[in-house]
Nanobody
Framework: QVQLVESGGGLVQSGGSLRLSCEAS????????VGWFRQIPGKEYEGVSC????????NYADSVKGRFTISRDNAKNTIYLQMNNLKPEDTAVYYC????????????????????WGQGTQVTVSS
C-alpha cells in the first residue's frame, strides 16, 4: 500500500506561483508512475501532468504547458508540481495519484488507471 499526502496549496494572486508536493509512505515510488489531477465541484478529474517511474517521460495538459513542471525526487519519495503564472481557471483541488508499472517509461493521464490517491490540496487563484 502507498499512502500519498499532498501539500503546498493555498491562495495566490493571478500570475503567482505555488509548488505542490506529494509525499509517499508505505512503499518507495521507484516503480510507480505518478500523476497530478485537479477537480472542481461537480466535474470530472482533469489530468494536469504525469511522470513515468524513471522520470524520463512527462506529459502536460495543454492548458498548463509552459507554466507547470512536474518532477520527482525518489530519494525523498516525493513528487513535485511547480506551478507558475497561475490563472483563476487553475483554481481546483489538486490530487496526486500513483500506479505501479512494470515499464518504467510508462505514464498515463487517465485517472482510472491509478490505484493510489492522496486527499487533495486546495489551490485558489484570485484575479
Amino acid at each position: 500500500q502507498v499512502q500519498l499526502v499532498e501539500s503546498g496549496g493555498g491562495l495566490v494572486q493571478s500570475g503567482g506561483s505555488l509548488r505542490l508536493s506529494c509525499e509517499a509512505s508505505g512503499q518507495a515510488l521507484d516503480y510507480h508512475s505518478v500523476g497530478w489531477f485537479r477537480q472542481i465541484p461537480g466535474k470530472e478529474y482533469e489530468g494536469v501532468s504525469c511522470v513515468s517511474a524513471s522520470g524520463g517521460n512527462t506529459n502536460y495538459a495543454d492548458s498548463v504547458k509552459g507554466r507547470f513542471t512536474i518532477s520527482r525526487d525518489n530519494a525523498k519519495n516525493t513528487i513535485y508540481l511547480q506551478m507558475n503564472n497561475l490563472k483563476p481557471e487553475d483554481t481546483a483541488v489538486y490530487y496526486c495519484a500513483a500506479d505501479v508499472d512494470s515499464d518504467s517509461s510508462y505514464m498515463t493521464a487517465y485517472a482510472h488507471e491509478y490505484d493510489y490517491w492522496g486527499q487533495g490540496t486546495q489551490v485558489t487563484v484570485s484575479s
